[in-house]
């Protein structure tokens, strides 16, 4: 799947059309995608910012429709930090990422399964860049995230972590 085919689908959908006119403002400013490699189903989802709202549209992408909900922004002050997201002319496409992250895991001579790929396509650098922000989840609890420049498909960074790296443990205190 191409990042522009899901765009395309989406701008089609009608009520995608009736949200614009709502929000002419609104713009594209990340896509969320999860490849399950588990149970074979993937989640396509793209997030438009409303600024005149502070607010978040999500617009779930799937053979069967397109749903959409809208969040609020938990941190309002970060909603001056929101750009477009521009994704004309990428290297890395969606379609190019598993067999990018299974290049990268035998470089890195890592064997786990590939169980899940979250991958986040966003701009970076205020607008300039646009960023592959990916978190792997393979078997033995082993998590590697990955950040790679999807219009050149250069590695930026690369970091395999257990998934106890990520529980914190303050000595003397329960929760």
């Known amino acids: 799947m191409k990042v522009s085919a ?5 701008e089609s959908d009608s009520e995608f059309e009736k949200f614009k006119k709502e929000n002419p403002k609104a713009f594209l400013s990340s896509i969320f995608i999860v490849f399950d490699f588990e149970s074979g189903g993937n989640q396509q989802d793209m997030n438009y910012f409303i600024p005149s709202e502070k607010k978040i549209a ?3 992408v799937s053979d069967s ?8 922004l938990f941190d309002e002050e970060k909603s001056e930090k929101f750009h477009e997201l521009k994704f004309d002319g990428l290297k890395l496409d969606a379609d190019d990422i598993e067999k990018n992250v299974q290049n990268q895991l035998k470089k890195e ?3 786990n399964k590939l169980n899940k790929i979250i991958a986040v396509l966003q701009p970076c650098d205020e607008g300039k860049d646009v ?5 792997c989840i393979l078997d033995g ?10 219009c050149n498909g250069k590695l930026l960074k690369f970091e395999k972590a257990g998934l106890m790296d990520f529980i914190k443990f303050e000595k003397g205190k329960e929760k």
Do not use: H, P
Request: hydrophobic fraction near 55%; proline fraction near 0%; glycine fraction near 2%.
């Open 6 to 10: 899901l765009v395309k689908k989406l």
């Open 58 to 60: 999500v617009f779930a």
């Open 65 to 72: 429709g397109i749903m959409e909900k809208t969040s609020n």
């Open 109 to 111: 001579k890592i064997t």
């Open 131 to 135: 960023l592959w922000n990916l978190t």
């Open 141 to 150: 609890l082993v998590i590697v995230r990955i950040n790679i420049d999807a």
